[in-house]
């Protein structure tokens, strides 16, 4: 059984991972464009238990050591145009505390400020995890968070030590395979322990066969590595930017080493007094109702999903006699993986989505879908957590969170971890930890456990600091920071509405880093919360039915032979496309073309170019139309499961061609309340 429990430990920390910053993906390309000038079971052997070193009396005497790298070899072109930034690794010892000679390096990038003055104390950024990297998302930290503070003050991103670039890395993927390959119902229950059991100690034998002391990471020890690149780079001070387990560090170096903080700002915050597996919680519940309440205030999300905490208590009466059977493809092996989704499943769903911007808005429709009998946003919220781990340095992980949360616990204060946590059930964890001994027993093993007791207690401190809370967050929820900012004399506790985990990197970031930026400027007074409630209110996505008018405005261009009309509030792309974007994701679009080319021919074009790219098929002859005296041929297909309509005129050997992609749930409506008066509008120049 004990092998089992890696993974409660594993899903634990996921959901302390905000750990990067939200994908910025370019605008859905759903519709094709046209540019035909341009495209013509084993035995494992016996493993004694890993004993941690004896604390030393007092530190090694060292110096960390800065050296600069090639920034687009280390960033391999994540970053573009015209940044002043500087790459590089600090080199610290791998344990302080009796050994300065075995040696890590780590991984550095830092943005240079315009303003010399400001530049003397940076801002370092302290990701969570733990064991989330930084630097392989670097593109998408510049534009969320680098960009605002640019030409401001220096800015340092550091991949902790065990993960991303920095050296050496622990990831454990033997460990998440076997967790693949287990969700896919590859293993019998004996062969299902042995593979666990096996992959567990292979990556450790193999960690330690490297040289890696997996009882030197931890808080601590992070702690001191940021200690050591601000020497390093020659910063006397820095204010601290900690979001999730990256706050638990941070005030380790509040603790630790008051004397390099200028002051902290941490964003959804892990107390140091608490250990989270032990922690009994209402905030799941308080934010579920708190969400709903919020659709409740909204009219058209309130007449569209009404009692939607009646519907949620239904649907978990009907899963516990019912479960539903859910299948999707795991991202590293491509197999086809089927759960029985109860209650538990759907709860643990909940839980994932509701503190997470992206898939707060689509909750409502999901339960309401799933009442109906359609299981696929369910699905999408069931499959996170596989997604979300594929970057985790699984070894540092757990060496931490055997550190900093499971030492000096009992067995029966481990053993409420799953009623506490029941979003571990999502991947099946739950029915085999039946006691808190295996967890125990799994961090004694890994050999990560501190040999004396560390007693938790809140860090007291007079450093100016900024508490950043949403109210949404099921994983460090508001109490957490409330309790965090008590024994903080000069700290400052905002709560945002309506938002879920760091919600400096959700929907109301941009006038977050208002308060941010407010604070760093002058930290004796208490920020100015800038944001405005449209900034902060969850956008339910509630589908277009046709029962409001899109407003149109007329459109075209030097290359078109037509003015016709768009949607006005919709976003202008490349290739005359306009994009909906009423949310992360949204495919709602529009495109309005032409070509000296025959329908045939664009047929062929699409079929060459993104059948097996998207598109599923050659669009289909669906029937002939008639809009204001032109005979429109239309034609079907699905792009990326999505339906998309091609409409096609011919006139004196040119093709007009306006396509339209949406879900299923708006096609028909956007059809003919968009497509058609789009085809109505077309007037020849």
Request: charged share 15%.
């Amino acid at each position: 059984m004990l092998p089992r429990h890696v993974f409660v430990l594993l899903i634990f920390s996921l959901g302390l991972c905000a750990c990067n910053a939200q994908e910025t993906n370019p605008l859905p390309t759903l519709v094709p464009t046209l540019d035909i000038a341009s495209s013509s079971e084993s035995e494992r052997p016996a493993t004694a238990t890993a004993v941690p070193p004896t604390l030393a009396s007092s530190p090694v005497t060292y110096t960390p050591v800065y050296k600069t790298t090639d920034c687009h070899t280390l960033l391999e072109g994540e970053i573009g145009g015209e940044v002043n930034i500087e790459c590089g690794t600090v080199t610290v010892p791998e344990e302080r505390l009796s050994n300065a000679e075995d040696t890590i390096q780590l991984a550095v990038v830092r943005f240079l400020g315009d303003d010399p003055a400001a530049n003397a104390t940076p801002i370092i950024f302290l990701s969570g995890g733990p064991g989330s990297p930084v630097l392989s998302h670097i593109g998408n930290y510049y534009t969320q968070f680098i960009a605002p503070f640019a030409g401001q003050r220096d800015v340092i991103f550091f991949d902790p030590r065990g993960v991303g670039l920095s050296e050496p890395e622990m990831d454990c993927w033997g460990i998440k395979l076997t967790y693949l390959r287990d969700m896919a119902q590859t293993y019998s229950d004996k062969e299902r322990s042995a593979a666990y059991l096996d992959s567990l100690f292979h990556c450790k034998e193999r960690l330690e066969e490297d040289g890696v002391n997996l009882a030197a990471y931890h808080s601590e020890s992070m702690a001191a590595d940021v200690k050591d690149i601000l020497q390093a780079l020659g910063y006397q001070k820095a204010h601290l930017f900690g979001v999730s387990y990256g706050t638990r560090v941070a005030q380790q170096i509040m603790q630790d080493y008051p004397e390099v903080v200028e002051t902290a700002v941490l964003d959804s915050v892990v107390p140091t007094s608490t250990q989270m597996v032990t922690q009994t919680a209402t905030w799941p519940d308080e934010a579920r109702q708190s969400l709903f309440a919020s659709c409740a205030s909204q009219p058209a999300c309130q007449a569209r999903y009404p009692d939607l905490e009646a519907v949620y208590q239904a649907l978990q009466t009907t899963m516990r006699e019912n479960p539903i059977p859910l299948t999707f493809t795991d991202p590293v092996l491509g197999n086809e993986i089927e759960i029985m989704a109860d209650p538990g499943t759907l709860e643990a769903a909940m839980q994932w989505a509701v503190p997470n911007p992206y898939l707060a808005p689509f909750i409502p429709q999901m339960l309401y879908e799933l009442r109906d009998g359609d299981n696929t946003l369910l699905t999408t919220a069931v499959g996170v957590p596989l997604i979300s781990y594929q970057d985790i340095s699984l070894g540092l992980m757990i060496s931490v969170l055997c550190h900093d949360q499971v030492s000096g616990l009992t067995a029966e204060q481990l053993a409420i971890a799953p009623e506490a946590h029941p979003q571990l059930s999502i991947l099946n964890t739950v029915a085999a930890y039946d006691n808190g001994r295996f967890l125990q027993e799994m961090c004694q093993e890994w050999g990560a456990l501190p040999a004396e007791f560390i007693a938790r207690e809140p860090v007291h401190s007079s450093i100016p600091t900024l508490i950043l809370a949403g109210q949404l967050d099921t994983t460090t929820p508001p109490a957490f920071g409330q309790h965090v900012a008590e024994s903080l004399s000069q700290s400052y506790y905002v709560e945002i509405p309506n938002q879920g985990h760091v919600p400096t990197f959700g929907p109301a970031g941009d006038c977050l880093q208002e308060t941010v930026a407010a604070f760093l400027n002058n930290p004796q007074l208490a920020p100015p919360f800038s944001c405005q409630i449209e900034q902060t209110e969850v956008e339910f996505y509630v589908p277009y039915d046709g029962s409001q008018e899109i407003a149109l405005t007329s459109y075209t261009a030097s290359d078109l032979p037509y003015t016709v009309m768009v949607p006005a509030d919709w976003e202008p792309g490349t290739y005359h496309h306009f994009y909906w974007l009423r949310f992360s994701g949204d495919v709602a679009q529009i495109a309005v073309q032409s070509a000296r080319v025959t329908i045939a021919d664009w047929l062929d074009f699409l079929e060459e170019n993104y059948v097996s790219s998207g598109l599923e098929k050659v669009p289909e002859f669906s029937e002939e139309i008639m809009v204001n005296g032109r005979r429109w041929q239309i034609y079907t297909a699905t792009f990326e499961n999505h339906p998309v309509t091609f409409a096609f005129f011919q006139d004196t050997g040119t093709t007009f061609h306006v396509a339209l992609a949406s879900t299923t749930i708006e096609h028909a409506a956007l059809y003919e309340n968009l497509l058609l008066p789009v085809l109505d509008s077309l007037t020849l120049k």
